[in-house]
DNA sequence: AGTGGTCGCTAAACTGATTTAGCAGAGCAT
DNA sequence: ATGCTCTGCTAAATCAGTTTAGCGACCACT
């Protein structure tokens, strides 16, 4: 790969100047005293032999290698995971950097390798990241350099880029409130591991808490909450099913994400009832499906690719300490309507 | 990031030798004559420093650096591209290999940076993928070294991985022949620009191919072939409702992606038709939501993983240079059944 | 004439590994 | 005593850059 490159000596030679000339004027150094004419000699010379620096090199010298290491536990499994990455790309080239992207698969075997591999290559700092919004510990290996958390925060108190769950919990109760709902909302996706234990997750607690606090604010109070093991779309249309049977129907339905929502919409086509004219439907993630489903589903957007790029502009431009909180934009679509009474 | 490493040098030191012999012994260089003792203790030196060998500075030396170049058109807008990226990372870490990942966007220019920015690392070998099977021109740039096409193929006879999706498509109509459906067996998604444009996609061609060439086997021709702009959930819908306009309802259908069949399925419930007792349904892709629909969806999963494996194989140990096929395994799933009659 | 400063540039050290070439000493035959 | 081979090891070159220290020429000032 790459052989026959043109090298700073030669460059140097083409130009009639010495390696070290040539590499200030190619690396813009302030203060030197190189002639105009030298910089034209150089610069020509670089163009014509299209020469590009050898990073290896450059690297072995300066310790910098304007690459980032991107570990995450797990990103297969999640279709967001690859709009995480776009993110933090984007924001990487247009400060000229590039990404190493290793997986741990939550294994601390996996992980000790990631972590070596990385550190190895001399990488300028580590973004690590967390599929599921939850609270993790890092490795002390990779406490030598710059860390930035992508969707997980630590005890450590080290920069983190998460989002705003609980300004979504907050969105989603106003937007039932503002077309009406008041005592028929009922909720879907209860989970006392995902609200209690942080490790699992931070979103679970903080939507309830931003729905909960808009409610109460507005002295209304939740119909029915439905526990689901998982946030599966069968979860969601054993929950709905359930919510069904009960005597008073309800005029809206709040889902803990877009699967179970799913799942929701299965039950009610089923029960022959139609969303939203009988039944608003309102969500979390903007999940794929969200725009899919008929009719569209009004949800909360996982804003990932800002959080990638967010996570990189912190890593490499410094800045807060304090969690950084990324707005979950509503989504309003059709499945959104006034109750029916 | 990673300062105050324990360098060679300090190793040779410890262990009372000189560098080259440190080299030599941690390297495992075959007919050196050092001393049984001689590795004793340079191994206990490393150990006991934590010695850790700086890449770049190797990489200088030798030209390799344990890296290679996942370089992709489009990784955000598919919920796939991170099986590939997965099932790559898996086989490059089995290799002692490490992914830099970069993307063109479609955009010539972001193509051109990425190319560059890889090539100054120096990286081993060139992973060129596309998010969707199609055909394509590789730039010149990366010709230099190794690279392996995945999910595409190209003109120069490079190597190559893709789906076998010709065999999809014969899994997928001898399914429906097994259950005893003849003459009324529909297809939604023919597409033209995708059939006839191989820089659009190839696996439309080929699924159609597939599902032709062992439906005329079995003398049994489509009821209807809907053609559709693009293979969303809307134009499924709106071909299954054209379907079940017409005076002959089919049997089964056959959906040249899931996102289709998701669509059908809408238009399906709308009339009140179940699936499978009313209509079969099989489809192509095995997306996530094929398994979350209701009856749960036959279909043909593209092997993402063990492409990404595939191509670093194929890269790192060299192999066959005609165009490497993954067989795309059938999912027997809930929406099947035979014909009502 | 000597001193000092600026200008325009370069030699050489340095980064941390691998690799080539070769040295000192022992053992053995002549 | 000389030459030869073998053993066990090392000095120094090398990779391609960056950086430090400083050199020679020229000018101004005392």
Redesign the pocket.
């Known amino acids: 790969m790459g052989r026959n490159?043109?090298?700073?000596?030669d460059v140097a030679r083409k130009a009639?100047?010495?390696?070290?000339?040539a590499?200030?004027v190619?690396?813009g150094?302030e203060g030197?005293?190189?002639?105009a004419?030298?910089h034209q000699r150089v610069f020509a010379a670089a163009e014509e032999l299209g020469?590009?620096?050898?990073l290896?090199?450059?690297s072995?010298?300066?310790r910098k290698t304007a690459t980032i290491a991107f570990v995450s536990d797990i990103v297969a499994t999640t279709r967001f995971a690859g709009d995480l990455i776009r993110g933090a790309l984007d924001a990487a080239r247009e400060r000229d950097h590039v990404l190493l992207i290793t997986e741990t698969q939550g294994d601390a075997t996996f992980e000790q390798y990631a972590i070596e591999a990385v550190l190895d290559r001399q990488v300028d700092g580590v973004i690590y990241a967390a599929m599921a919004t939850r609270r993790l510990m890092v490795p002390a290996a990779i406490l030598g350099g710059p860390v930035v958390l992508l969707n997980a925060t630590s005890p450590d108190g080290l920069p983190s880029v998460v989002p705003d769950d609980e300004g979504a919990g907050r969105s989603v109760a106003t937007a039932l409130l503002e077309l009406g709902h008041r005592d028929a909302i009922a909720l879907i996706g209860r989970n006392r591991l995902k609200e209690d234990d942080p490790e699992v997750s931070l979103a679970a607690r903080a939507r309830l808490h931003g729905i909960r606090q808009t409610l109460d604010e507005a002295k209304v109070g939740l119909l029915a909450e439905c526990f689901c093991t998982e946030w599966l779309p069968e979860h969601g249309y054993a929950a709905m099913r359930s919510l069904l049977s009960k005597p008073k129907r309800p005029s809206a339905i709040i889902c803990m994400n877009d699967r179970l929502a799913f799942g929701a919409y299965q039950a009610l086509g089923e029960a022959g009832l139609t969303v939203p004219e009988d039944i608003s439907v309102i969500s979390f993630d903007d999940d794929p499906i969200a725009a899919w489903l008929r009719p569209s589903l009004a949800t909360t957007a996982l804003p990932h690719e800002q959080m990638g790029r967010r996570a990189v502009e912190l890593l490499l431009d410094g800045g807060a300490t304090e969690p950084s909180l990324v707005p979950m934009p509503l989504r309003r679509r059709r499945s959104l309507a006034p109750p029916a009474d």
């Open positions: 490159r043109a090298t700073l000596a009639g100047l010495s390696k070290t000339a590499s200030m190619l690396n150094r030197t005293r190189l002639s004419e030298a020469y590009r620096p050898n290896a090199a450059r072995l010298r300066t």
